[in-house]
């Protein structure tokens, strides 16, 4: 298989971390409304809509740079590091407000197919890149996030080549999904 060794600086069309603290405080939460990702979300390859925070569609407005659409990548600065998911094309909400925990990047669709992107970041490998530039020291997060990620350096193979790869990883996460519920049902009999 054929790769291009590339700074993923090359790949991104845009990045933007979550909104400052102050920016997002509890007392902006609402009942329903535009969703937040948070860690919660970011726990398999795909971000999941089990969205329990939500704020008006006006805050997250404000916060616009924050925003994550559908392709778009999303991973975790501060806290449980190592997250990253995609937002799904068949995703519950089409836009998501990042945590301040999290920063969102929209990568080239020409150059880059973001699912597999995210596998390989859940690799051995891929994980070992984003926590090369993780600081221990209180709670844990990336030290200059959007810069060091920018500076990962990988070997990509073609957009073809991508989306195969990611197909076969997407059908046998499917296989485990569907295996886990039916487990689970079994469980509950």
Known sequence: ????KIKLSEVIDDIAAGP???NLKVSCFVEYGF??????NLKEYKVTDNITKFVTEEKAR???????KRGDVVVTISGTLGQIAYIPTDSKFK???CSQRQFRVTFNSEKVYPPYLVFYFHTWEGQHKIL?????TGVPALSQPLKNFKNIIIE???LKTQKKIASYCEMLNDKIEQNN????NLYAA
């Open 95 to 97: 836009e998501y407000l």
């Open 181 to 184: 519920k039916i487990n689970k």
């Open 35 to 40: 969703p937040i990702i948070d860690g919660a």
């Open 1 to 4: 298989m054929k790769t291009t």
């Open 156 to 158: 990509l193979p073609n």
């Open 20 to 22: 400052f603290g102050s």
């Open 62 to 68: 404000s916060l616009y740079r924050s925003i994550a």
């Open 132 to 136: 090369a530039f993780a600081n221990q």
